[in-house]
């Protein structure tokens, strides 16, 4: 499994949209991820250029991509994502020396 921020912003429709349908859409985006193997593990409202941040795992990131798809046909929110490493799998990129990058 891989781990995916997503980082979301509401679209105009998203941000029209009747508070009892919030619900609504939270579980219609779950399903979506369940469908592609995936788990929206957090998902946190925020204040700032984002309404939400979103942790979720998926089988690899054509799964998350397919499945990100389907989410942004909903037409609620503009998404940003990033595939999410431990840093300790960074710290380890940092010391292999298989490709030379000085120029």
């Given at each position: 499994?891989?781990?995916?921020i997503a ?14 349908k ?13 469908a ?11 204040n ?19 499945a990100?798809?389907?989410i ?22 940092l ?8 120029v």
């Amino acid at each position: 499994m891989i781990k995916v921020i997503a980082l979301c912003k509401l679209t105009e429709k998203g941000q029209v949209l009747a508070p009892d349908k919030a619900p609504v859409v939270l579980a219609k985006t779950q399903e979506i991820a369940a469908a592609y193997g995936g788990k929206l593990k957090e998902i946190w409202a925020t204040n700032g250029r984002y309404d939400f941040v979103v942790l979720a795992e998926y089988p690899d990131e054509l799964a998350a991509f397919k499945a990100y798809v389907k989410i942004n046909e909903l037409g609620v929110f503009h998404m940003e994502s990033a595939t999410a490493f431990p840093v300790e799998a960074y710290i380890e990129a940092l010391k292999e020396s298989k490709v030379l990058v000085a120029v």
